[in-house]
T-cell receptor
Framework: EPEVTQTPSHQVTQMGQEVILRCVPI?????FYWYRQILGQKVEFLVS????????KSEIFDDQFSVERPDGSNFTLKIRSTKLEDSAMYFC???????????FGSGTRLTVV | DAKTTQPTSMDCAEGRAANLPCNHS???????VYWYRQIHSQGPQYIIH???NNETNEMASLIITEDRKSSTLILPHATLRDTAVYYC???????????????FGKGTKLTVNP
């Protein structure tokens, strides 16, 4: 069964550093998403991406965050200057088209120290 | 946002059917009901979705009431591996551009006991 692949599975970074979280969505999917989950809290929407542009973003997704689909297969989330409160599990997801279920990746645990 | 209400937790014996209820009384006409689950800290896993008819797939069945104000997810023969948090989600009606973001609540923590 096709999978959404995320790397790395765990990343530790110092506060103020830039991090890039990587995702390879399922190949024939058209809609891409990032969600995050702070330990013990709900899964929160960050951003959706379609047709090479952001289609929606949440209040969490401020100027420190950016997404890119550089080569037609990878989908990345960049945090420019990490803060302690950015520590969370970050999940990438994709879906073929509207009305279909999402496929989530297994997540990247980001720890900011 | 259309909101959903789910019990905080439920228990089920292994091999028995698990019936997980969800209320979504403010659902509007074109919104789908989606069910996902999250096993420990893994990524959420899609289970099933429906609009108004009952649906069944290899994982579960979804029963939606005629007025669409509630639904029940049925796992017909629960196993220990079905222990997870189950989320009932209604498509966000304020979505712009058709991205259909998912708004997760706290879900139901289902524990399947041996």
């Amino acid at each position: 069964e096709p999978e959404v692949t995320q790397t790395p599975s765990h990343q530790v970074t110092q506060m103020g550093q830039e991090v890039i979280l990587r995702c390879v969505p399922i190949s024939n999917h058209l809609y891409f998403y990032w969600y995050r989950q702070i330990l013990g809290q709900k899964v929160e929407f960050l951003v959706s991406f379609y047709n090479n542009e952001i289609s929606e973003k949440s209040e969490i997704f401020d100027d420190q965050f950016s997404v890119e689909r550089p080569d037609g297969s990878n989908f990345t989330l960049k945090i420019r200057s990490t803060k302690l409160e950015d520590s969370a599990m970050y999940f990438c997801a994709s879906r073929r088209t509207l009305g279909y279920g999402y496929t989530f990746g297994s997540g990247t645990r980001l720890t900011v120290v | 946002d259309a909101k959903t209400t789910q019990p905080t937790s439920m228990d089920c014996a292994e091999g028995r059917a698990a019936n997980l209820p969800c209320n979504h009384s403010t659902i509007s006409g074109n919104e789908y009901v989606y069910w996902y689950r999250q096993i420990h800290s893994q990524g959420p896993q899609y289970i099933i979705h429906g609009l108004k008819n009952n649906e069944t797939n290899e994982m579960a069945s979804l029963i939606i009431t005629e007025d669409r104000k509630s639904s029940t997810l049925i796992l017909p023969h629960a196993t220990l591996r079905d222990t997870a948090v189950y989320y009932c989600i209604v498509r966000d009606p304020e979505t712009q551009g058709g991205s259909e973001k998912l708004v997760f609540g706290k879900g139901t923590k289902l524990t399947v006991n041996p």
